[in-house]
T-cell receptor
Framework: DAMVIQNPRYQVTQFGKPVTLSCSQT?????MYWYQQKSSQAPKLLFH???????NEADTPDNFQSRRPNTSFCFLDIRSPGLGDAAMYLC???????????????FGDGTRLSIL | GQNIDQPTEMTATEGAIVQINCTYQ??????LFWYQQHAGEAPTFLSY??LDGLEEKGRFSSFLSRSKGYSYLLLKELQMKDSASYLC??????????WGAGTKLIIKP
């Protein structure tokens, strides 16, 4: 049973053309995360939501925006993709209840974004 | 700054044992995770340590020494499907997850 679902698995867009990646979850988790991961690198946290509370990482470019219309869905909008934005984009969730330190993050399969 | 160090790549033989090390320097410590990531796929949770010592889970074990800022993941009876990257991640004092770049493990027959 897929619990964190990302669509599409592969996305191709043109340089400068806006693109939206989607994530949904059936875990009813409070926290949702968006990561960018390039080959052989650590996942880089872009932002996360604790419920409706949005938290942007200081070094996340303004080009990246996010929306969370309800508990189940979260979107990543890239307003003007550049060649450097080609990467795997990972959505993850965690419970957010009780002791936050020991809650593993549950990942979707990711969306691999290519820029032409 | 915050830093997680892991070897970039390791090679081992099917059926053998391998130990993947992770050292960290972070602002505070609230636990350490190990994740497995197959090529082109998402990370999957393997283990969590917050107290010193060894946690065993089947063929995989994870060890933590907080005083040394050190952890290792031990994989026994290696199988070809264990070929993957193994990422170490530390929860800092702000409950942020700090990720290592991962160790690519290559299993040879």
């Amino acid at each position: 049973d897929a619990m964190v679902i990302q669509n599409p698995r592969y996305q191709v867009t043109q340089f400068g053309k806006p693109v939206t990646l989607s994530c949904s979850q059936t875990l009813n988790h409070n926290v949702m995360y968006w990561y960018q991961q390039k080959s052989s690198q650590a996942p880089k946290l872009l932002f996360h939501y604790y419920d409706k509370d949005f938290n942007n990482e200081a070094d996340t470019p303004d080009n990246f925006q996010s929306r969370r219309p309800n508990t189940s869905f979260c979107f990543l909008d890239i307003r003007s993709p550049g060649l450097g934005d080609a990467a795997m984009y990972l959505c993850a969730t965690s419970s957010g209840e009780g002791d936050a330190s020991n809650q593993p993050q549950h990942f979707g399969d990711g969306t691999r974004l290519s820029i032409l | 700054g915050q830093n997680i160090d892991q070897p970039t790549e390791m090679t081992a033989t099917e059926g053998a044992i391998v130990q993947i090390n992770c050292t960290y320097q972070t602002s505070g410590f609230n636990g350490l995770f190990w994740y497995q990531q197959h090529a082109g796929e998402a990370p999957t949770f393997l283990s969590y340590n917050v107290l010193d010592g060894l946690e065993e889970k089947g063929r995989f074990s994870s060890f933590l020494s907080r005083s040394k800022g050190y952890s290792y993941l031990l994989l026994k009876e290696l199988q070809m499907k264990d070929s993957a990257s193994y990422l170490c991640a530390v929860v800092d004092s702000n409950y942020q997850l700090i990720w290592g770049a991962g160790t690519k493990l290559i299993i040879k027959p």
